[in-house]
């Protein structure tokens, strides 16, 4: 009887698996991974478009840029989400890939809220992440240690915040994380601390900071006046098709572009009045 009972259970396993393999293959689900800077937004067309399409699945997930780009160049995922261009990673074939660009971040260096700064020279900046300032009194802040934390190697944020801002200069060592949400969070909890974030993290719990009296907002990035941007790709491996297709054109959609891009911190492509080349140029 027991015998019998297995027998038939592991067939119904294998039914169900093997349902489950055909569903996948008709194009009803599909994996995003990547950014996690751009992860909100695609969370959140994701849980839209699955509302609007029962039946119809968008998992997705984070874990950085490179990640992103390397597994959907492997064909491991059908998206993969990068706020970096793909000819800026090392590893990753650009031409193997075609990008989508989904909508525009800024990145802005935050501090604690007992740091005592709004802003700062962009020469202080340099100096702090690669450890020639140490104490915020350097900087007219309090008499406090500059407690220093950053994204991975990986992180598309780390990488755009690195080339504007450190010109070429190395990063002093210092504790990372991969999730931008436990940046913040952690920027929160510790004095004296300093990270950066991409505009949609940005709340109440820490501090923004400008740079040489310019301000990290939307209108600033948009002329270009805020340097510190990259655009929110998501990448496929050839032409996106099928269900893979359909979710991208969902989140280019006004129903997205109009709405949930803005909301969630970010600015939609169509407002840029100013576009940039994967070196940085920008393009007339």
């Given at each position: 009887m027991r015998k019998h009972f297995t027998r038939f259970t592991m067939l119904g396993l294998l039914i169900i698996l093997a349902g489950?393999?055909?569903?996948?293959?008709?194009g009803e689900s599909i994996t995003a991974v990547g950014s996690s800077a751009l992860q909100p937004l695609a969370e959140s067309a994701a849980e839209s478009f699955q509302t609007n399409n029962p039946g119809r699945f968008i998992n997705v997930q984070g874990g950085g840029s490179g990640t992103g780009l390397s597994q959907v160049q492997a064909g491991a995922v059908q998206i993969g989400n990068s706020d970096v261009f793909a000819e800026e990673k090392n590893g990753v074939d650009a031409d193997l890939l075609v990008s989508y660009k989904v909508a525009t971040v800024g990145i802005t260096p935050i501090v604690n809220n007992n740091v005592g700064i709004t802003n700062l020279a962009l020469e202080d900046l340099r100096d702090i992440f690669t450890g020639?300032?140490?104490?915020w009194k350097e900087v007219?802040?309090?008499?406090?240690?500059?407690v220093l934390l950053n994204r991975a190697n990986g992180s598309g944020t780390r990488n755009t915040f690195e080339r504007w801002v450190l010109d070429g200069q190395t990063a002093k060592?210092?504790?990372?994380?991969?999730s931008s949400g436990m940046v913040r969070q952690i920027v929160a909890d510790t004095p004296g601390a300093i990270s950066y974030v991409s505009f949609s993290y940005?709340?109440?719990?820490?501090?923004?900071i400008s740079i040489d009296g310019v301000a990290p907002t939307d209108e600033n990035v948009m002329t270009n006046e805020w340097v510190?941007?990259?655009?929110?790709?998501?990448?496929t491996k050839g032409e996106a098709t099928g269900l893979t297709k359909e979710f991208i054109e969902y989140v280019l959609s006004d129903a997205i572009q109009d709405t949930v891009v803005g909301k969630l911190g970010y600015i939609p492509i169509s407002k840029m009045q100013v576009q940039r080349d994967w070196q940085g140029n920008v393009i007339e």
């Open positions: 489950c393999a055909s569903w996948i293959d008709r020639k300032i140490t104490n007219g802040g309090k008499d406090q240690k500059i060592q210092s504790q990372e994380q991969d940005v709340t109440d719990e820490i501090t923004p510190i941007w990259s655009y929110e790709h998501m990448y």
